[in-house]
Every structure is written in C-alpha cells, then in structure tokens.
C-alpha cells in the first residue's frame, strides 16, 4: 500500500506502540486525487464510515467469502463478496469491479472453521485504466486494476450477534 499503513506506531500515554495499523496518510491525501478517481470508486474510498473503526460500514474485519470473475458487455469483471462480522458489522459487502485489466490474489486458502481471510485495511487510487484497489488480509493480499468499481452493503442477518452490553 502506499498511504495506508499496516505497521504504524503511536504514542500513548506510558509509552510507543508499534504494530497499529492507520489510514492517516490515506485520508489525508484522499482529496487530492479524489477527483482522478471513477465515481464508483471515489464514493466508496469517500465514504466517512469506510475508515471509521467503530462503524458498522467499515471494511476493517470483513471476512473474504466469494470471489467470482465474469464478462459484462465484452469486458472482464470481478467480484469479491465478503461476510459481516457480528460484533461489528450488519451488513455485508459485495464489490463489483467493471472493466478488470489486471488482478493479483495472494490469500491463503480456508483451513478448518477458519474465514478464508479477515481484512485488514484497504486502499483505493487512481490508475490509468481507471483504480486500483488493494485490500490487505490476514494473510495475504488482492489487488484489482480497473475501469470503475461498485461497492454494495447488504442487510443480512446475524444470528449470532452479541446481546448489547
């Protein structure tokens, strides 16, 4: 990634703690490239919740559930859907990626009960066939370049979500 940063350290009260991750840079940045970005892409790295710990929208603890490739009117297009987390989320999320130039995947398979892989942050850019968008896993990474994407939560249920304390 190149604002978002995985090893972040910030300074508490008794002392530095290393290891923290922060889309700082990235939302500080966000305006000036906003613009370069497809609209599809542009609103979902725009969105107030999608970096905001605490909210029920951001990506932060999604789990990878689907990944499906497809062709929409002669061009390529992928599709990642990825499951809620009860504590956090009451939605799921499904990204739609038009016009798909290139793609990397680099996650590990699912071992046992295990999520295939819990996201860590995500980064959205501009590229000159449209975005790109990186999202960082426990473990591994995927990366999608295309003409414009489209993000869509999805009211699910939660049958195992945690009783309010």
């Not at 990878?64 to 002669?74: H, N, W």
């Not at 599709?79 to 130039?101: P, Q, T």
């Not at 990186?134 to 370049?145: D, K, L, N, Y």
């Not at 295309?146 to 309010?164: I, N, S, Y």
Request: glycine share 6%.
């Amino acid at each position: 990634m190149k604002y978002v940063d995985l090893n972040a350290s910030m300074t508490l009260p008794g002392g530095v703690v290393h290891g923290v991750i922060s889309p700082t840079e990235y939302l500080e940045r966000l305006p000036e490239f906003a613009d370069a970005l497809p609209t599809g892409a542009r609103a979902f790295a725009a969105d107030p919740q999608h970096y905001d710990f605490h909210g029920p929208r951001c990506v932060k603890d999604l789990n990878l559930e689907r990944i499906s490739f497809g062709e929409t009117d002669g061009e390529s297009c992928m599709e990642l859907a990825f499951r809620h987390n009860c504590w956090k989320h009451e939605e799921d999320l499904v990204i739609r990626y038009e016009g798909m130039s290139h793609y990397r995947l680099d996650i590990a398979a699912p071992s046992g009960t295990e999520p295939r892989s819990v996201v860590i942050l995500d980064e959205i850019l501009p590229h000159p066939d449209g975005c790109s968008h990186e999202i960082a896993f426990r473990p591994g990474t995927v990366m999608v370049a295309c003409r414009d994407l489209t993000a869509t939560w999805v009211e699910t249920d939660c049958p195992e979500k945690p009783p309010h304390v």
